[in-house]
């Protein structure tokens, strides 16, 4: 979909500003009311990127909701309006979604298709920081495959576009996937300085969550190492994010450093 920078000077109703507004809170429901009621509003208009923008926009918010059918009819509905005005950055950027929902769907090779078409545009525009995400889905694509060399590759070069753009939540999510896959490969020192990495820029950009995902990846490196103390740090790292946070610690996070207290310190003492 097309970036504000982008979009600056076109002119949308106010149901669409509204469903910004309510995306950028996190509230879906919201944003899929206003982005629906947009998209009424905007039928037969005369710029085909005020259309797509709304499709796209209304696209995203039902991916978010995990309604993937309703997701993929909008992205191919923002393809067709993409025949009649080409634009390779909208066209790409929705091949890189649709090319997800595929994925996600357990659609390797339709997913890969996707990816591939997109690449090809994204490339001709040189749109690096599509290009980025791109690559790191692709990764992700290799990894449900359970080639994680090839997965390393694709989320190499995700990684040094993530940099050259300055996408540091996707620089973030980058490494712990590399990490993920260095593991797949047993390869825990790479694994290691990939997930430390992950933790530094998670918490940079202010990712609880992401924070939590890459200490857990540290975690189960140091139990495989036999190193039961450094594990407890990650466990115990990962409750203060949370408390930080103002956020539930989850269950498996609180059974896990339970165990690692027990095994450290056997009957309490």
Known sequence: MPNESELSGLTF?????KGTLFLHRGDLEGARRSFETAREE???SKDPRVVTAVLGNLGNVYAALNEKEKARSLYREVLEHQRKDPDAR?????LVNLGNLSRELGEAERSRAYYLEAESLLQSVRDDFSLGSLYANMGLLEMDG???????LF????????KKTGNEEGLAAAWGQIGRAYRQLGKDQQAETCFNYAYTHFGQVGNP???AEALRGLADIYEARNEPELALRCLTRIREIFTRFSLRLPDVDSDREERLQREIRPGGK
């Open 42 to 44: 905007v039928r037969g």
């Open 209 to 211: 969550e992401g924070e």
């Open 155 to 162: 989320l190499k070069r995700a990684i040094e576009l993530h």
């Open 90 to 94: 909208i066209a790409g950027r929705t």
């Open 146 to 152: 359970r080639r994680p060399g090839e997965a390393v």
């Open 13 to 17: 109703p106010d149901a669409y500003v």
